[in-house]
């Protein structure tokens, strides 16, 4: 069973959209915020009182939490809250960590109780603004992607280039690019686990219910990104590495164009592309994800261009000098991809430059016209990039990593062990009649 609660157009909606995002190194989607919830009034002839108590105050945290990480949870600086003692992205995900189990209890194979719960979330990119759905596996989802988004947010925070200790320019620390890589693997792995085992447990009529947000297309699009700008933090880790070969840059480079190309191939489907565009967050994810492809276009032009260049024949040069063009010319797109992407709502800006687009923005156009000895005024944009080479297929090395739902909670060992007490207790008693005597002849 599934109900809409509400559209967005409608005045005094629970969404809240803010105006300005900050600094965005990992484009994340706004946050869904669950409704508030008391489970007594469906379960409190169902289940005990304690444990009807426990779901409710563990959801009730979660609520709260999130209610007040929303409106922050995008921006590039944390935000100390003081009401309800404040919370963290830190917080919220134990909140959701520890909720996690006892949920899942309604879940279990047989469970009479999946569909006796209706939970309700407000919705960031549907059009719908709020969709309830009698399904604890809907909350399961909802929570698997709540801890994806945080995740992406935590990536977000690290790769936010900061003052350094020597007072120079901004930068980002080695150890916070592995941190994030690490971080936005955890997301990719949230995300896939939802799609390959969490969905399916969902009726047909659910399914049908489900927001964009939680679209198959829009999961997917979520883990291939995060997948893509981990790949773009180990290509800088190796731009900065001096034993890193080029050959080793060029199939990072290659590999970080493929996950960002896969988004082709969700576009005809039920994917990101079809989000809808009217509340900001589905055209700026576009617009992120375009930006992304295009630079990841550059830096795999430039470093095949430079080992195609190592060739000493004339023909490999010449095709050498093609590729290099044609990352001129996908530099100069990303920049203003990036600079549509910014100025589309809700507003952002781009930090400090550093790792790989830092690196690339200052070698493409030196080693580009090092190299390019005719008149560049003859060749168009379409014609640099109907010569431009073709780039080398590689296998995808990058993986989420592997998750899997906690343990239920032994809050449900117990409430079945008394549920089989109190079944037994109420048996009636059998009633053994009277056997006849039976003479017995000696």
């Known amino acids: 069973m599934g109900c809409i609660a509400s559209t967005a157009k409608e005045p005094g909606g629970n969404r809240r959209w803010p105006s300005n995002i900050g600094e965005v190194s990992v484009y994340v989607p706004g946050l869904r915020i669950p409704k508030p919830l008391d489970f007594s009034q469906p379960l409190s002839d169902r289940l005990s009182r304690s444990l009807v108590e426990r779901l409710t105050a563990l959801r009730t945290r979660v609520v709260v939490m999130a209610g007040q990480e929303g409106p922050s949870f995008t921006r590039s ?75 992406l947010s935590q990536a977000n925070l690290l790769l936010i280039p900061k003052i350094s200790t020597d007072g120079y320019q901004p930068k980002v620390s080695d150890e916070s690019k592995r941190a994030s890589i690490d971080v936005l693997l955890k997301a990719a792995g949230y995300l896939d686990f939802a799609v390959r085992h969490v969905i399916p447990q969902l009726s047909t009529e659910s399914r049908r219910t489900l927001p964009v947000d939680l679209s198959v297309g829009v999961l997917q699009a979520l883990c291939l990104q995060a997948l893509g700008q981990s790949v773009d933090i180990q290509l800088g880790l190796a731009i900065d590495n001096t034993k890193a070969t080029l050959a080793v840059k060029r199939r990072l480079a290659c590999e970080m164009v493929k996950y960002w190309q896969q988004f082709q191939l969700l576009q005809a489907q039920d994917s990101i592309m079809n989000v809808p565009l009217g509340n900001g967050w589905g055209e700026k994810h576009q617009l992120f994800i375009k930006w992304k492809y295009v630079e990841a276009k550059a830096a795999a032009y430039y470093y095949h261009g430079l080992i195609l260049d190592e060739g000493d024949t004339e023909k490999s040069h010449g095709i050498a000098v093609a590729a290099l063009q044609a990352a001129d010319e996908y530099l100069k797109e990303s920049k203003k991809a990036a600079e549509a992407f910014n100025m589309a709502s809700p507003v952002s800006r781009n930090p400090p430059a550093w790792g790989t687009m830092k690196f690339l923005s200052e070698k493409i156009p030196k080693d580009t016209s090092c190299r390019v000895h005719i008149n560049t005024d003859l060749y168009t944009y379409e014609k640099i990039m109907e010569t431009a080479p073709t780039l080398p297929d590689f296998a995808l090395a990058l993986k989420p990593d592997e998750y899997n739902l906690p343990p239920v909670d032994s809050c449900w060992v117990k409430e079945n062990l008394n549920k089989t007490v109190q079944s037994f207790d109420r048996q009636p008693e059998v009633q053994v009649e009277q056997l006849p005597q039976v003479e017995v002849c000696n």
């Open 77 to 151: 600086r944390r935000k100390s809250v003081a009401q309800h003692g404040g919370s963290t992205m830190a917080d919220l995900q134990q909140a959701l960590e520890e909720y996690l189990p006892v949920l899942l209890g309604l879940v279990t194979e047989g469970n009479p109780l999946q569909q006796s719960v209706q939970f309700g979330w407000v919705n960031q990119q549907d059009d719908i603004e709020e969709t309830c759905i009698f399904s604890a596996w809907y909350e399961v989802l909802s929570v698997l992607h709540l801890l994806a988004l945080l995740s």
